[in-house]
């Protein structure tokens, strides 16, 4: 890189007290679910329901996880150091879906049951509660690190998501193969891209047509799963599909402004919506352990501006590329670790290996096909 140290260590630190202030959220977060009782599926203010959370092959997850994964397609920010090679490179998503509120509707006859058995208890609110109904508030910081990079150790990008409160319908069915279904709707979720400074520096430096690109939009987003998890412990294998629409489609995904490169360069399309498909297996649980196999397969758009390409003598080119729509492949191999005496945000660990291959998902780099990530990667839930 040609950057000071001084920059890269100012760089790092900043990254430091992002991840620092989203963990105090989130510690927070942890305190106010542990005010409620272990039980997760009663009804009550800050629960949390396994019915509200991601899983764990999904793109943009609400949980903790650290990759430590090689990469292809970097060359734009490693000055041609390494080509198309794999690189070694560190991952932080820190997100989570803080509970607000889930609650258990009962019918009638199921009211009518429980009062009539002689144990109360007997009958749990999942047992005699047919519907239910969530909401939770989402927050969530990505981080992408180049810790081996011999001169800055850069940040490279870092990816910010807020939204309004998510709602969450669900309608336990208990019919064989299919035990539930939810609806979840969350109505705006505004995402902020920004790239790491030593690039945006060294884009200057080198005259590049383009410093920066604004990654930036709000949308919103609508899911079906059938089978949410509500047993932890229990053989499952859940089903969703999503749809994500812009709220403002003429704006797309980005912009380049006037002051930070050449908007010429970018070929738009009005491609405001991405749609995704994903699959998870648990397999029954033993003292709290169990496998997990989770997938995803998205649809997304390849953004439409061009990426650099460094030489060994110094010359960067690039070539004009057009927005296009792309499928993206996700998937989570491994095992997880459940909390037997609490079913709280945090009470589950997953650890396994981490493949992708489609575009680019991070910040400004979306522009970039045939990314590839492979590595081993930590879950607490």
């Known amino acids: 890189m040609s950057c000071s140290s001084t920059r890269g260590a100012t760089s790092t630190r900043s990254a430091t007290n992002s991840m620092r202030k989203y963990l105090i959220i989130i510690l927070l977060s942890t305190s106010l679910t542990s005010w409620g009782r272990a039980d997760s599926l009663r009804t009550g203010f800050f629960r949390y329901s396994p019915a509200t959370q991601s899983l764990l092959a999904d793109i943009n997850p609400h949980f903790l996880r650290f990759d430590v994964a090689g990469a292809t397609n970097h060359s734009e920010y490693d000055y041609g150091q390494t080509d198309k090679a794999y690189r070694i490179g560190f991952y932080g998503n820190i997100g989570v879906n803080i ?25 749990s609110d999942s047992q005699s509660s047919r519907f239910a109904i969530g909401l939770t508030m989402p927050v969530q910081a990505q981080i992408w690190l180049d810790l081996l990079e011999p001169r800055t150790s850069p940040v490279v990008d870092t990816d910010y998501r807020i939204g309004l409160p998510i709602w969450t319908f669900l309608h336990r069915l208990n019919r064989g193969f299919a035990k539930n279904y939810a609806i979840t709707f969350a109505p705006f979720t505004h995402e902020s891209t920004h790239l790491g400074d030593e690039l945006a520096l060294q884009h200057r430096r080198h005259g590049l047509p383009i410093e920066r690109v604004n990654v930036s939009a709000n949308w919103w987003e609508l899911q079906f799963t059938l089978n949410a998890e509500e047993d932890r412990l229990t053989q499952n294998h859940c089903f969703r599909v999503g749809l994500v629409m812009l709220w403002n489609p003429k704006s797309g995904w980005y912009f380049i402004d006037e002051n930070e490169g050449d908007p010429t360069l970018a070929r738009k399309k009005r491609s405001p919506w991405e749609a995704y498909l994903q699959y998870q297996y648990q397999s029954p649980a033993k003292k709290g352990f169990q496998g997990v196999a989770s997938i995803e397969i998205r649809n997304r758009a390849l953004l439409g501006y061009p990426s650099f390409t460094w030489h060994d003598n110094g010359a960067i080119d690039y070539a004009i590329q057009k927005e296009k729509r792309i499928f993206t492949y996700n998937v989570f191999i491994g095992f997880r670790y459940n909390n037997l005496h609490y079913t709280g945000l945090f009470s589950r660990f997953s650890a396994g290996l981490r493949l992708y291959h489609g575009s680019n998902p991070y910040g400004q780099f979306r522009n970039q096909k045939n990314y590839n990530q492979f590595g081993l990667c930590l879950i607490v839930e």
């Open 99 to 123: 509970p607000v509120f889930w609650a258990n509707i009962k019918s009638a006859e199921n009211q009518r049951r429980k009062g009539e058995n002689k144990d109360a208890d007997a009958l």
